[in-house]
Structure formats: structure tokens, C-alpha cells
């Protein structure tokens, strides 16, 4: 906490189902910018995920809850599932600011999502409303990536910073793939979220 000010990192998603590369990210970014807590937030029906096999939101809830009960730095938001109607990260945010005016935001996005968010609803909220952390593959080779933080940071008047992490070769993607061709998900997604998976079939088909 600095200057008073609790920081807190928001870790939005669909989370169909949430695996390991989600839980990494989240920590490397509370130990990189010395988070308080990371607030994870399921979405309720993300407008980009149409056609997807999509399990209950509610599921998806609860399957979050399951994921992150072992860190103490990590929490839980049902707003936009308790939400009606699309999700929209610009409306979460605003949402969290009103309820917690005094607290920094700090959204946490993996690097592709940068190309992305100019499509998004209302995108200079977003930048007003928090700092947009990065995941960013270490190594070299960035040049297109960096110039994108560049032209971001100038048109909003806002810094975005990188969390260094090696690339997790883990998707939700290739895990509802797996689940329904009866393959293993060990040590792709925690235990406790594999037993809720098997417990009500879901992503079998």
C-alpha cells in the first residue's frame, strides 16, 4: 500500500475454464508492482466469445473461487456476472472506482490484448480508470509490441507497464479440447477445478 492508497489488480476473463497461466499471470503481477490483492472477475457473457462453448457463469464463478482459494492475495468479484446483458470492461471499472474511490486499479491483460483494446467499448475509460499492466514475454523481439505500448501510452496519456514472464503453453481452448476427448488436464488447471469439471461434465460434449 502505497500513500495510503490500497493497489489493487483486477484480472478479468471468461476463465472457460480458468487454468494455471491465468493464476501465474495474476501472481507475477502482485510481486512485480507490489500488488495488495488481485480481484479476479469471471465475465457474465463476453460479446467476444460468441459461438464458444461457454460453461454457465455461474460455474465459471465458482470454478474462480475454487481456483484462487489458496492465495490469500487473491479475491473474487461477481459483478459482472450478477451483471445483465454484455460485459464490458469499461463498466467494471467505473463500477469498482465508485465503490472504492480511493484504491489504484491496475488491469491485468496479456500482450495480445494491447492490439485489442482499441476495438473495446469505450477505451479511454479504461485508461482513465486504471493502470493497464502487460504481460510481456522476456527476451528480445518486441519491437512491434513496444511500439504499440508507445502509441497507446501517447494517445491516452497514460503508462502501461510490463510484467516479465516466460510464455505458460497453457489455453482454456486446448483444455475444453482435452475434457472432451477424454484427455488429461493434470497440472493444467488445479485439482479442485478438474474435480468440478468432472463432477458436472462439463465441456464434454
Not at 1 to 19: A, S, V, W
Not at 24 to 39: K, P, Q, Y
Not at 184 to 198: E, F, G, L, Q
Request: proline fraction near 4%; charged fraction near 25%.
Amino acid at each position: 500500500m502505497e500513500n495510503g492508497k490500497r493497489k489493487t489488480g483486477i484480472m478479468g476473463g471468461t476463465f472457460n475454464p480458468i487454468h494455471i497461466g491465468h493464476l501465474l499471470l495474476a501472481e507475477s503481477a502482485r510481486e512485480t508492482f507490489g500488488l495488495d490483492e488481485v480481484l479476479f472477475v469471471p465475465s457474465g457473457f463476453s460479446y467476444m466469445k460468441k459461438g464458444m462453448e461457454m460453461a454457465d457463469k455461474k460455474m465459471r464463478l465458482e470454478m474462480t473461487r475454487l481456483a484462487i482459494s489458496g492465495n490469500p492475495s487473491f479475491a473474487l468479484s461477481p459483478v459482472e456476472v450478477e451483471r445483465e446483458g454484455n460485459s464490458y470492461t469499461c463498466e467494471t471499472l467505473e463500477a469498482l472506482r465508485a465503490g472504492q474511490p480511493e484504491t489504484e486499479f491496475y488491469f491485468i491483460v496479456g500482450a495480445d490484448s494491447l492490439f485489442a483494446m482499441e476495438t473495446w467499448k469505450r477505451p479511454e475509460t479504461i485508461f482513465q480508470n486504471c493502470t493497464v499492466l502487460a504481460a510481456v514475454r522476456k527476451g528480445n523481439g518486441h519491437d512491434e509490441l513496444n511500439a504499440q505500448i508507445a502509441c497507446l501510452e501517447e494517445k491516452y496519456g497514460t503508462e502501461i507497464g510490463r510484467i516479465p514472464m516466460e510464455e505458460i503453453p497453457v489455453s482454456s481452448t486446448d483444455i475444453r479440447n482435452r475434457v472432451h476427448h477424454g484427455k488429461s488436464i493434470r497440472y493444467m488447471v488445479p485439482d479442485n477445478v478438474i474435480a468440478y469439471i468432472k463432477k458436472h461434465r462439463l465441456y464434454t460434449g
